[in-house]
C-alpha cells in the first residue's frame, strides 16, 4: 500500500507534495530526522491531504497530477479548508 500525501508549513506558507509506503516514518524524517533536502528548511509540517494506492505505479501517477498546477491549486484548497 502506498500513500499519496500533501503537506503543509503554515510557518512558511509553503506546501509539498509525496508518496510513501510507511506515511508515519516519512513525517518523522520531514519534522525532524531528517537532515538534507527541500523539506527541512520548512519545518514543521502537517499533513492536509492523504490517498491510498495499491502500486507504487498509481501513486507516483497522482503524486505527479498532485504537482500540477490544477493539483496544486487543489492542494491549496484543502490548506484552506483546514487552516481557513
Known sequence: MFTVYALYSLKY???YVGYTSN???RLLSHNKLGKKG?????RPWEVVFTEEFETKKQAMKRESQLKSAQGREYV???VHEKFG
Open 23 to 25: 506515511l508515519e516514518q
Open 38 to 42: 527541500w523539506t527541512i528548511k520548512f
Open 13 to 15: 506558507e509553503k506546501i
Open 76 to 78: 491549496w484548497k484543502c
